[in-house]
């Protein structure tokens, strides 16, 4: 909301105001347990006076101040200004309420930045062993026919044989020398990867670490994990590295087929 030559700095500043008012107003005159939808209510109430078409004073400060010597606005373009506005603000405020906690927690340091931790090298090993136990059954469900699993198309059944053979092979088929941990999980006798597998997925869980960040979190409020799941997805380095890995590790007697690999890492992640 920076223009050189411009009022919206005024509007930017006059919000500021109002909302840190609001804020004080609330916090100062409720109980801890409900300052914030108190607060909350009282600036959705505010905000109210700008919907198109009503005549508050609020909507006419803003529109005077929208106005310029060449060009008037209507009651549209004034909320639209508006809505930028709010969000501007409350993305500015809330970010300095965040870092201000951080340097609490932190003991001054000011990191506010929510970063993910790697996962062990055991969860790995669980969730990559779950997924490919469940690829498998389905296509054996599917390819037996099944109740419940649909009908399987003449096109189709060659391609899910051949997933089938190459889903076997990263399977881990002795367990001899597993880490002790995984040994303790082992209790229900899991399926787990081969070792080479995990380089590829400490490389995915790098990618949604990377993602998932407060930043993202704020713009897709309501489509974060969808976001997180497409950045993987399109991942060509990944995708390029997991048909290296499988092509490593598949016996020779079974073809591999870029296509269904790729569909196949498609399906795993």
Known sequence: MRYQNSKFPVADKW???KFSNFAMEVFSGNTSTYRKAAFLIAWIKFLSNFHPGKTTQEQM?????????NQQFD????HAVLSVIH????????????IKK?????????QARTVLREELDDIMYGF?????HRMIKLREETLEGKKGRGELSDQRKPIMTKELQILREPLLKDKTNIAASLKTLD????????????PFL???????CEFATDSNLRKYPSKFLTMCQNAVLNSETLEMDFCIIMASIVAAEVAIDVQIVNGLFQALV
Do not use: M
């Open 75 to 78: 009651s549209n373009s004034v």
């Open 102 to 110: 951080a340097e609490i927690e932190n003991g001054g340091t000011g």
């Open 128 to 132: 990559c062993g779950a997924s490919l």
């Open 187 to 198: 209790e229900g006798n899991l399926k787990f990867p081969k070792t080479e597998l995990l």
């Open 15 to 17: 919000f500021c105001w």
């Open 202 to 208: 400490r490389s995915v869980d790098n990618e949604v």
């Open 61 to 69: 400060i803003v529109e005077r101040i929208l106005k310029t010597s």
């Open 87 to 98: 969000e501007s603000v409350y993305l500015t405020i809330h970010d300095h309420v965040q």
